[in-house]
């Protein structure tokens, strides 16, 4: 009995373990032709790879992940070109071979859950463009913000575990909270202490908007057939107004893919050069809601400072 329990905690200790963040994917030293293509479709989805591709048929069986390709004929496969020899292939020539990262953490192989491909500065805001689980967080000192992992979080080649900063950045004397997130993409308003950021709502043909900070954002309304109006850039300008330009090509891009709206670029007289705005010609006091709620969620700002006006109230401008 004693003989046997050693034998036990042998066997335990010598298990291992491939995981994708926190979700268990595989247990073993070395996995099967139908084990990598289970756990290919797992990794593709959660990271936003390329679909895999299986084709069948009666002599073999091919395999398409990542650029790379597996053969299998009769229970027995080959990584790439050659004659199909082996059964099982170790869990960490699989990562390799389809050039997956990972990092190890004693018996576990672990797979991050989440890739950060950028980070950027546009209209004073910063945006943090991933794929997979958004598994960072934000925290702000005095001049800097930093972005630290909550998970498995891989950035500029470099897998970072939990609890690790991932970069620290320079921002001046500014508060930064997050402001919303698109697919893929946070959102982090950097607002200057003192700065009053709110939402202007008013409908097509009222009057000009007076100008608005760039940390807040102006919405003139319509009824319509689904269309979100962006001002462009002025030539005349010398890019004094590319700021507001980017922050309302963003929100509009939302909204359009969001609501099915066509995104059009015109000059308008309602918005003055360099104010955050867009024109949306709704379909649906429904749709006016949600546009709201994009609004809101992408700036990070709750306050609209005037009483937004009733959908039945606004003028009709049809497409």
Same mark, same amino acid.
């Given at each position: ?18 995981? #994708? ?8 030293? +070395? ?44 229970? !027995? %496969? ?16 699989? #990562? +390799? ?19 950060? !491909? ?22 702000? &000192? ?6 630290? +992992? ?10 970072? !575990? ?15 909270? #997050? ?30 908007? !007076? ?6 954002? &102006? ?48 000059? %308008?007289?309602?918005i003055p050069p360099g104010t955050p705005a867009v024109v949306v010609l709704l379909r649906s006091r429904e749709d006016l809601m949600r546009v709201l709620d994009i609004v809101r969620r992408m700036t990070g700002i709750e306050k609209i400072v ?6 039945s109230e606004l003028p009709d401008l049809g497409s």
């Amino acid at each position: 009995m004693r003989f046997f329990a050693v034998l036990l905690i042998s066997t335990v200790a010598l298990s291992t373990s491939l995981w #994708l963040g926190r979700d268990l994917l595989f247990e073993g030293e +070395s996995m099967a032709f139908q084990d990598i293509v289970n756990v290919s479709y797992f990794i593709a989805d959660a990271l936003e790879y390329d679909e895999p591709v299986l084709t069948e048929n009666a002599t073999f069986t091919l395999f398409h992940f990542n650029e790379r390709a597996i053969l299998e004929i009769g229970g !027995k %496969m080959a990584l790439g070109n050659g004659t199909p020899s082996v059964e099982k292939v170790n869990v960490r020539n699989f #990562l +390799s071979f389809f050039d997956i990262p990972y990092t190890e953490n004693g018996s576990s192989t672990i797979i991050p859950e989440c890739i950060i !491909k950028g980070v950027k500065f546009r209209g004073g805001n910063l945006f943090v463009e991933y794929y997979g689980n958004p598994a960072f967080d934000y925290s702000t &000192g005095s001049g800097f913000l930093d972005v630290e +992992s909550l998970g498995y979080v891989l950035y500029a080649g470099k897998i970072y !575990k939990p609890g690790e900063r991932i970069m620290r950045l320079e921002v001046g004397n500014v508060r930064a909270f #997050l402001g919303g997130e698109a697919k893929g993409r946070d959102i982090v308003i950097l607002e200057k202490p003192g700065e009053e950021r709110k939402i202007l709502v008013v409908a097509a043909g009222s009057g000009m908007m !007076k100008p608005l900070p760039s940390s807040s954002f &102006g919405l003139i309304l319509a009824r319509g057939n689904g269309i979100v109006i962006v001002r462009p850039v002025s030539p005349d300008l010398e890019g004094l107004d590319k700021k507001a330009f980017n922050i309302a090509s963003d929100m509009a891009t939302v909204i359009s893919r969001d609501l099915g709206y066509r995104i059009e670029y015109f000059p %308008m007289v309602d918005i003055p050069p360099g104010t955050p705005a867009v024109v949306v010609l709704l379909r649906s006091r429904e749709d006016l809601m949600r546009v709201l709620d994009i609004v809101r969620r992408m700036t990070g700002i709750e306050k609209i400072v005037n009483s937004a006006p009733d959908f039945s109230e606004l003028p009709d401008l049809g497409s």
